[in-house]
């Protein structure tokens, strides 16, 4: 993650803008990132013959993020929200692949 500074610092709004927008990016990133392990399980659950969607580890994706959400002072129900669109867009797209081949 690339050093930020601090909001508190910002001392005007184009400042935190340009923060926000950086921070935006990096998400983006990440993101990024994780859809290339979202690509290598779909290789592994092929492997194992395991289907795309695992409600337990779905359930556990979900509880860990409102765990770390909970850690940060974040909302814990909108983050639980934005996790379980995530991860359902992950299933589809491991989905996508498991049907074709």
């Known amino acids: 993650m690339t050093k930020?500074?601090?909001?508190?610092?910002?001392s005007s709004m184009e400042a935190l803008r340009a923060e926000i927008d950086r921070l935006d990016i990096e998400l983006v990133q990440l993101l990024a990132v994780r859809a290339g392990y979202i690509d290598r399980a779909v290789q592994l659950k092929q492997q194992n013959g395991w289907p795309a969607r695992i409600p337990d580890r779905v359930e556990e994706v979900v509880m860990n993020a409102r765990a770390a959400a909970e850690g940060e002072g974040l909302d814990p129900d909108l983050i639980e929200r934005l996790w379980r669109q995530l991860?359902?867009?992950?299933?589809?797209?491991?989905?996508?692949v498991i049907r074709e081949e």
């Open 87 to 96: 991860v359902d867009w992950s299933i589809a797209r491991e989905a996508r």
């Open 4 to 10: 930020l500074t601090p909001p508190e610092d910002c």
